[in-house]
């Protein structure tokens, strides 16, 4: 079975500066996706950033990049100039690829950050 | 507005009673799915259908019971209600395909008495 850890449980970041969020998991499958999900108070679960396995290009989304190590399992998030809007709890997130594969998402304990002035 | 919508948002009822939680997308989704996030925030998956057929049932409890009258909707009936079934339920959806992500609703808080 597929696990996915977030080894930080609490993160603190100063606003503008920048804080990386880790994430290992442990797969057998070599086609599969990762994804960063962000939970802000009001519940919400709001997709950050995605990557495809295939890809060794790391992906980005203005101020979010994912650092993604394949062989060592490792897909952290980077988040430069920190806003006091980026305060959540960030998941990690594990899908198989494959078509026709049931694609449940496997997420990480979560990892709350908080920004500071 | 294109979204995943849940109802109701919060609910607070009593151990023993029967309660549904309705979702539904206008996303043109073919899939969809419950998940449950516990007391320490930790997401599960329960339940997910595709073309209204269930494709994952995660050993949850048979007192859950997912329902989907078409692939626009998937609501979520919980018999004989007990304590440990205080948590945030998530619907999501997602349109089959490769790297397609899950969009989620806003949770239904529920809370047994």
């Known amino acids: 079975a597929q696990t996915v850890t977030q080894s930080q449980p609490e993160m603190s970041v100063q606003e503008a500066e920048t804080v990386t969020l880790s994430c290992t998991y442990d797969?057998?499958?070599?086609?599969?996706?990762l994804f960063w999900y962000k939970q802000p108070p009001s519940r919400q679960m709001i997709l950050v950033i995605r990557?495809?396995?295939?890809?060794?290009q790391n992906a980005t989304e203005n101020r979010f990049s994912v650092n993604f190590q394949k062989a060592a399992k490792s897909f952290s998030l980077k988040i430069s100039d920190s806003q006091l809007g980026d305060a959540a709890m960030y998941f990690c997130a594990y899908r198989r690829g494959g078509a026709g594969t049931a694609s449940k998402l496997t997420f990480g304990t979560g990892t709350r950050l908080q920004v500071t002035l | 507005d294109t979204a995943v919508s849940q109802t109701p948002k919060y609910l607070v009822t009593q151990m023993g009673n029967d309660k549904s939680i309705k979702c539904e997308q206008n996303l043109g989704h073919d899939t969809m799915y419950w998940y449950k996030q516990d007391s320490k925030k930790f997401l599960k998956i329960m339940f997910s259908?595709?073309?209204?057929?269930?494709?994952i049932n995660e050993t949850v409890p048979n007192r859950f019971s997912p329902k989907s009258p078409d692939k626009a909707h998937l609501n979520l009936h919980i018999n004989s209600l007990e304590l440990g079934d205080s948590a945030v339920y998530f619907c999501a959806s997602s349109q089959t395909g490769l790297n397609q992500p899950q969009h989620f609703g806003d949770g239904t808080r529920l809370s047994i008495l």
């Open positions: 990557q495809e396995a295939y890809k060794q």
């Open positions: 259908y595709n073309n209204k057929e269930l494709i």
């Open positions: 797969t057998s499958e070599s086609d599969y996706y």
